[in-house]
């Protein structure tokens, strides 16, 4: 049980409700910021506003998914009140103050740093971001059904990046009876593709194999989907690009090209965001038992 704990959760989407909803089931003591318009309570939750919340007491603070915007907003679904995080507020905080958010940016990592408070981003550990990529597997399967005229089954698709969304998007399209090709750069992945019963090619090579290709499925943040790969693509390939933004395709090239190219951001929180959210809190309430563990034997 989270009891004694003091958390401020502050801002978010649909996916904070699991989250919300997670910990009040554990006891924790919640505050509530940015959702003054959500017409469910949470009994044992207190909504509030950011400067009514006794920051002296808080032990966690659960930010959205994205964190802060670079100006330090935070962005919530379920208010119009203005909310921002700032050195101020979290020097109020206990010195054992633990912050967690989805991912990061400069301003955030400034914030914890000037304020010597540590922040974990949950979407940079191994199993959340397994656990996720199988909702955006489903998100890419309804992409791809939304926008070509073919089945998946039988037709050529390119996974590029065997990570892991790249891992869990090349098996599932496999089982859907497509052919499957993985482009990657190690020769250990390039071995788990052949494993996997796929087949493998080195990213090198990625302008040779694209010449027949229906479906490219891009999951590596950085250039790779460029002018000179999509110019030897046929002209009713689809591409979907699944890698954060900016994602990984020259779509400007694309676009002249006449080749259809979609940067599909944030798929589980569009296509599952009930799901999303308890991965989230699943995965929360454990780091959170391990806080309140950590501080009965440091105090
Ligand atoms: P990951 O496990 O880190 O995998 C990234 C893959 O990209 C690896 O295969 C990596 O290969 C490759 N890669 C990275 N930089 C490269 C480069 N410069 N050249 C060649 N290959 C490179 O990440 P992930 O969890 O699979 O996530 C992949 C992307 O999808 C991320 O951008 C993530 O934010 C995004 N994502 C999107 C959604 C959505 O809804 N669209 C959902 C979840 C995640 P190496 O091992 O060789 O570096």
């Known amino acids: 049980m989270l009891t004694g ?8 989407d649909a996916r904070q409700l699991e989250v919300i909803r997670k910990l009040v089931e554990l006891d924790g003591k919640l505050y509530l910021v940015g959702f003054d318009q959500l017409d469910h309570g949470f009994t044992g939750a207190i909504k509030s506003k950011l400067e009514e919340v006794p920051f002296h007491e ?15 907003h935070i962005d919530t679904v379920f208010s119009n009140e203005e ?17 967690y958010s989805g991912i990061s940016n400069d301003y955030l990592n400034q914030l914890v740093l000037k304020t010597n408070r540590k922040l974990t981003q949950l979407f940079e550990r191994d199993d959340i971001a397994i656990y996720n990529s199988i909702p955006t597997v489903e998100g890419t399967i309804m992409m791809v059904i939304q926008h070509t005229d073919f089945t998946i089954h039988g037709s050529n698709i390119m996974v590029l990046g065997l990570g892991r969304v790249g891992m869990s998007v090349a ?43 229906d479906v490219v499925l891009n999951t590596i943040p950085y250039p790779i989907v460029n002018a000179k790969a999509i110019s030897k693509m046929p002209s009713h390939t689809l591409i979907v ?3 954060s933004k900016p994602g990984g395709t020259d779509f400007r090239y694309a676009e002249k090209r006449g080749i259809k190219a979609i940067l599909a951001p944030g798929l589980p929180g569009i296509v599952a965001p009930k799901t999303a959210g308890q991965i989230l809190a ?18």
């Not at 704990?5 to 978010?12: D, E, S």
């Open 5 to 12: 704990l003091n958390i401020a959760v502050i801002g978010g």
């Open 58 to 72: 808080i032990d966690t603070i659960i930010l959205p998914v994205p964190g802060t915007a670079l100006d330090g």
């Open 282 to 299: 699943n995965v929360l309430a454990q780091l959170l038992f391990e806080q309140l563990e950590d501080g009965k034997e440091t105090s």
């Open 171 to 213: 098996r599932t399209f496999s089982h859907l009876g497509a052919h499957v090709r993985v482009g990657a750069r190690k020769s250990k992945d390039l071995a788990r593709i052949t494993e996997m019963g796929l087949k493998p090619f080195h990213l090198n090579e990625l302008e040779d194999e694209v010449s027949d290709v």
């Open 241 to 243: 690009d699944l890698a």
């Open 83 to 99: 909310i921002v995080l700032t050195e101020e507020l979290l020097e109020q905080t206990p010195d054992h103050c633990q912050i």
